[in-house]
């Protein structure tokens, strides 16, 4: 992550750029505080309401993931200029359909000229300061959840490839445009053999349909990680490889204690959400995954 020098970020900015994390938490109040966050890029299917929508599902992901519910939007885009005015229309329509779908609205935006396309939101959501969600706070023996498979960057990159099935690109633009409403370093064990996959990434994966951050990504946990992170040779490549595939719209990853695990799993099946327990907590700052 950049590093910005200059004054030190006043004391109610509880998220900023000090660490790492999916957004921007200002409090505002003792019991009210504003979520903020912006996400853009170019089309990954070619229904233009799809692609719309799934960028709208994965910039309000990120206020999701830090505790908080979606208020207001604002659009960000760039189209090239010979491009009709219905496609564009369809784009701000999925965006503005998913935002209305979680509760909120749409305020306005900007749109430039741009040879390639690309649309996202600005987010803004609430959160009380004191149930703020950031990354880490992990503690040993918790239970490592996720709520959606894994695949939808492999998909996506062989769709462009015109190598990903009809039936397979569905599965995961369906997997794309599920909200996650409802659903600092720190050792983990993950059991390859428990992650859920996308039907159909297993065959694209293993015929090379990698996205360019998968790549990206295994470079930074290899420089970052190193000898601390270990993974059996028995894992089959492809599992190994999604770990750190870029997943668009993806599902959320979070722990909680071992007495609260099975009230987890029952929660989201009550709300109709899955999720998969996929590994646990360590006491040594290591990444272990296992077969």
Known sequence: MLKLGGTPPPADLLVGLGAADDAAVYRLAPDLAIVETVDFFPPVVDDPWTWGAVAAVNAMSDVYAMGGEVMFALAVAGFPREMSKAI?????????????????VIAGGHTVVDAEPKYGLCVTGRVHPDKILVKGG?????????????GTGVITTAA?????????????VASMLRLKVKASRAGLAIDASRLPVLPGTRELAEAGHWSGGMKRNRR???????????IEPSVPGYLASLLTES??????LFSVAPDRARSVIDAFRRRGEDCWEIGSVLTEPVIHVKA
Request: charged share 25%; net charge negative.
């Open 88 to 104: 564009v229309s369809e784009v701000f329509r999925g965006g503005r359909d998913k935002v209305a779908e979680a509760g909120g």
């Open 138 to 150: 992990l503690r040993p023996g918790d239970r490592v959840f996720l709520s959606k498979p894994l």
């Open 160 to 172: 462009k490839n015109g190598a990903a099935s009809a039936d397979v690109l569905a599965g995961a």
């Open 220 to 230: 930074y946990v290899d420089s970052s990680f190193g000898a601390d992170l270990t």
């Open 247 to 252: 997943e668009t719209s993806g599902g959320l």
